[in-house]
Each structure stands twice: as structure tokens, then as C-alpha cells.
């Protein structure tokens, strides 16, 4: 056989081939040991769907753990001097490899979610909200006081003057919770919205 038939005889496309699925296995093997990894964190996974709290986490997190999990609730708004009510289904987790809690609501008319972060260096939670579908974006300072969590925000009433809003987690077991929102003008605190919820 000449040369030039060798030469027809031999494709390098098995070769690249070969080579191809080499490197793809590698790409797999890259991706499933990030897979594992991400699964040994604190975020929410398969094993644990509401994460966990993570070790290394101040301890002032605990104090929103009572929330994490699935709550079904019954609540109570203001609106124009009249109260309405209607159910609402909430469910926490941890997030930020289990420094942090959030919380995700849903009603008829809206979803909404709150974001629990501490910050150490200022002994105070920042929790921030937000609202669908008006996308209203709030940030709140809270602490513990005594058996309640309290966050507050500088707002505006509906005169135009600043008011204070405050929010009271408060009567807290591992079945259920009250919550509150208030406003505080002078004249004492004004009962906006309330809720009651019980483990689903």
C-alpha cells in the first residue's frame, strides 16, 4: 500500500472525539463536585428545603428562626377607616448560607417579601421589603425587645407629616405568631394591619 492510501486509511476524528468526551467528563466532574458543595452549605436544598442556620451566623439570628417554614394566616387591614379580612399563606427560610431570614407572603392582591439581616457592628436588624406588583421597596431597623421583634420606619401620613410605622412579632410559639403594624403619631400608636398565623 503507498503512503498517500495510508494517509486515507488515517482520520483524526475518533481522536478529537476521544478527546472531546474527555474533556467533557471533566467539565461534569467539575460541575457535580460545585453541586456537592453548594448542597453541604446552609442555603435551602433537598435535604433541608428551608436551609439552615448556619453555626458561624450571630446568634441574634436565632431570633427570627421561629419563622422558618410554611405559616397560614388570617389577616386584618385598615383601609379609609373600614377593616377588611382575608387569609394570606407565608413561608421562611434562611438565605445567605444561613445568615439571614426571608420571608415570602402571598394574597389575593398582592406578594410581598421581607428580608432579616443583622448587623453586628450596629446591634440592629435591617430588614427590607418589598411589595409586588407596586415593586414599593422599604428598608426597616428592628431589635429584639424582650420577647417581641420590633422594626420600625420614618414615613410620611397621608397629611404629609412624618410619622413613625412600627412593626411587633409578638406572642411567638413554635405553632404560631401575632404580628402588627402600627403607626405612632402623638396622639399613640394607630393599628394599621394585623395578623395571626399558625403553622401550615
Known sequence: MSISNQHKWFSPAPFALAFAC???FQAYDSFAAEASAFF?????????????????ASDAVADYSFMVGEWLCDERLRQNGEWSSYPSSMRAQYYLNGHGVINFTWTALSASSMA???????????????????????????QREGDARVASLESTGPDGRSVTLRITFD??????????????????????REKTCRRA
Open 171 to 192: 406572642n411567638v410559639t413554635a405553632e404560631s405568631f401575632d404580628w402588627r403594624l402600627e403607626a405612632l403619631p402623638p396622639s399613640g400608636p394607630f393599628l394599621l
Open 116 to 142: 432579616y439581616q443583622y448587623d453586628e457592628a450596629r446591634d440592629t436588624w435591617t430588614i427590607t421589603n418589598t411589595v409586588s406588583p407596586t415593586a414599593a421597596h422599604t428598608v426597616w431597623s428592628g
Open 22 to 24: 474527555g474533556l467533557l
Open 40 to 56: 453541604d452549605t446552609y442555603e435551602p436544598n433537598y435535604e433541608n428545603p428551608f436551609g439552615q442556620l448556619n453555626p458561624d
